[in-house]
């Protein structure tokens, strides 16, 4: 019984400290653990948001780009056909909008959406445009049927609510 007491004197001081070392030791851990966390997160932050913020540029220049405004009057050419002109305008936003395509990335959903939904009616507008035309009139006219559809359409450029989107979703984050 007295080997059992003297036992029990001597591990019992050792459990209690090894016990302390543990929680001490596990504590240090934790701490070093959200450091870490901290700085990679820092460092994530450092990496990635001039990325999106890049991305989000790119797609406000990408609407403005083909915005009816500026896409009309940087691609009219005297010498294009309506025809020959619709397909310029229709190459232009696709080569735009595939130049930019991996900015997705960065972006929501939303804001993804909301641009492709503008690039869509955007073509669709020019389509439109089209349509009572004859393809050997001069581009000036399908030029002039673009912009008197956006007129009908409330005046407000197709490009408009996404570009609000982006500009407000940059205002939020950043």
């Known amino acids: 019984m007295e080997v059992l007491i003297d036992l029990l004197k001597i591990t019992l001081p050792a459990g209690i400290v090894l016990y302390g070392m543990y929680l001490t030791v596990r504590s240090f851990l934790n701490k070093d653990f959200e450091r870490r966390l901290v700085e990679l997160k820092v460092k994530y932050a450092e990496a990635i948001i001039p990325m999106r913020l ?61 641009i492709k939904e503008a690039m869509e009616n955007m073509i669709s507008v020019i389509n439109q445009s089209v349509e009572g035309l004859d ?30 989107f982006i500009k407000q979703e940059v205002r939020t984050y950043f």
């Open 135 to 164: 393809k050997d009139a001069p581009a000036i006219e399908l030029a002039k049927a673009i912009f008197n559809n956006i007129i009908g359409l409330g005046g407000e450029e197709v490009t408009a609510e996404a570009l609000r």
């Open 54 to 114: 890049q991305a989000y540029e790119r797609m406000a220049l990408f609407l403005e780009r083909i915005s009816a405004q500026n896409l009309v009057v940087r691609l009219t050419d005297n010498s294009f056909k309506v025809k020959e002109f619709q397909q310029v305008l229709l190459d232009e936003i696709r080569s735009e909008f595939s130049h930019n395509l991996s900015q997705q990335v960065y972006m929501s959903d939303e804001a993804w959406r909301k």
